[in-house]
């Protein structure tokens, strides 16, 4: 796991989507996984200030979603799939079909979800997957306790994961108890994850998953087990880390050709 400590997010966002643009020059069919919340809206930014400046092309690439609510009607406005499409892919020129997102509206859920592991699959896998973390540690909408082994499935929200995503609604009685998420075994398959922490209110939560045990208690925690993870943070995120010079000196020093 790398630990990227930045002064803030457009820092962050410029760097996140270097290592977009790279795959994409690459790979122009990328499969690219699109988080939603705070943390990954300046790296959108950035992707969509290089589309329209540099002529960065989103033709051939597609998007799988991290997670859906469930039984938020089609379009409504604080629908994952509402989002992402608000927040990133109506800004580039990423074609409608290639985006794709878990079905929170589906009758038969557990079909709903065996499908999307399966388009994943088809399309070969995620090349790169943003994550945000939440104060509870969990990554996507794996909430504490979530087996490192999951798949695609309908989870249970904890009350802080519906307090901290009530400021999107109206009110907290607003905000579903239930959401359709990749699961950690799914998320563990992207060939690299990058994750985007900022705020002193992620502070404890980066600790635990960077520094803490792997444990089901902070399922962030299981990056450390995977090959090509990359943490971007701002200084007020990595203000509990107790290594935090010592990620400062080793990213100030990396070879300029490793890249993230």
Not at 13 to 25: M, N, Q, S, V
Request: charged share 20%.
């Amino acid at each position: 796991m790398e630990i990227v400590i930045l002064n803030g997010s457009k820092q962050i966002g410029k760097l996140a989507a270097d290592a977009i643009e790279e795959l994409l020059r690459h790979k122009p069919d990328a499969v690219l996984g699109l988080a939603t919340g705070s943390s990954p809206l300046p790296v959108y930014d950035e992707l969509a200030a290089r589309h329209d400046r540099d002529g960065l092309d989103f033709s051939r690439a597609h998007g799988f979603a991290l997670d859906e609510y469930v039984g938020l009607s089609a379009g409504h406005p604080e629908s994952y799939r509402e989002v992402i499409r608000r927040e990133f892919t109506d800004r580039v020129n990423i074609a409608p079909e290639n985006v794709h997102g878990p079905d929170g509206t589906a009758a038969d859920i557990p079909a709903a979800c065996q499908a999307y592991e399966e388009s994943i699959a088809a399309a070969g896998g995620i090349d790169l997957q943003l994550l945000g973390v939440g104060t509870a540690g969990h990554i996507g909408f794996n909430e504490p306790g979530s087996s490192f082994a999951s798949r695609t499935r309908i989870k249970s929200l904890i009350e802080q994961t519906r307090r901290d995503n009530a400021r999107f609604f109206n009110s907290l009685a607003e905000v579903p108890h239930h959401v359709l998420t990749q699961g950690l075994g799914t998320i563990m398959e992207a060939r690299h994850v990058i994750l985007v922490a900022t705020g002193a209110q992620k502070a404890q939560a980066v600790r635990e998953f960077v520094e803490g045990p792997v444990a089901a208690i902070c399922p962030a925690s299981v990056l450390q087990f995977h090959p090509h993870a990359t943490v971007l943070l701002d200084e007020a995120a990595a203000s509990a880390l107790k290594l935090a010079d010592f990620y400062r000196h080793t990213y100030d020093n990396k070879p300029a050709w490793q890249g993230l």
